[in-house]
């Protein structure tokens, strides 16, 4: 079965500095996508970043990587010189094969960070 | 500008209501998903439809059902409401076209049953 385990319910971290949330998968599938969403208090799900199995590169977004190990099954997210307006609900999320056309995304549970001044 | 919006913000209902909650895309999308979230469970998929009158059944279908009459509108229908519906719901849309298909997603319906 597919799975996407964020292990930190919540983290905090200082105004500029880097900061690493955490995203592990388990599935069978030979190709799939791996995906970083932001949802601020407002709750609107803001699309981040985008992984394809596949890609030979880390994907980057502005100040967004993705820190992707394929052997490790694991696509943690750094966000560089974080913001105030970087606090917010971060979610992984994977499509494998078995999405197919429709795109199905399986979600973690979710990394609250809190950035301070 | 990518748009998909919910029909309200927050809604309000008694037990044993039949709800209606709405959602449009306007970027002719193929597919269309409706989530539900709550603490500590992240997003968890109702059902989704993948063209117009065709859906298939989420992870947690049971006490929903959807209804996909135009490509544009996706609806997902409480047909008895119960307070364990309680919950943030989430629709989203997708295209086939690029290759990350990421899915947008609306503002999010509250909807409280009492």
Redesign the interface.
């Known amino acids: 079965a597919q799975k ?1 385990t964020q292990t930190q319910p919540g983290m905090f971290v200082q105004e500029k500095e880097a900061v690493t949330l955490d995203c592990t998968y388990d599935t069978s599938d030979p190709s799939y ?1 791996l ?1 970083w ?1 932001k949802q601020p208090s ?6 981040l970043i ?1 992984q ?1 199995s596949y890609d030979q590169q880390n994907a980057t977004e502005g100040r967004y990587s993705l820190n992707f190990q394929k052997a490790r099954k694991s696509a943690n997210l750094v966000i560089s010189a974080s913001q105030l307006g970087d606090s917010a609900m971060y ?1 992984c ?1 994977m ?1 494998g094969v078995r999405g197919g ?5 399986i ?4 990394t609250l960070l809190a950035v301070q001044p | 500008d990518v748009k998909v919006t919910q029909s309200s ?1 927050y809604l309000v209902k008694r037990t044993g209501e039949k709800v209606f909650l709405e959602c449009v895309q306007d970027m002719d999308h ?2 269309m ?1 409706w ?1 539900r979230q709550d603490p ?6 109702i059902y ?1 439809s ?1 063209d117009v009158k065709m859906k ?1 059944k ?1 992870d947690i279908p049971e006490g929903y059902s959807v209804s996909r009459e135009k490509k544009e509108r996706f609806s997902l229908i409480l047909e008895s409401a119960s307070t364990n519906q309680t919950s ?1 719901y ?1 629709c ?1 849309s ?1 295209s ?1 076209v690029n ?10 319906t ?1 909807l409280t049953v009492l």
Do not use: C, D, H, V
């Open positions: 996407i996508g995906f969403y407002s709750g609107e799900m803001i699309f985008y394809g979610f999320a499509r056309a429709t795109n199905k995304l979600f973690g549970t979710g | 913000r193929e597919n998903f989530y500590g469970l992240g997003l968890r998929l989704f993948y298939e989420g943030m989430l989203a997708s086939l290759s990350a298909n990421e899915q947008f997603f609306g503002p999010g509250r």
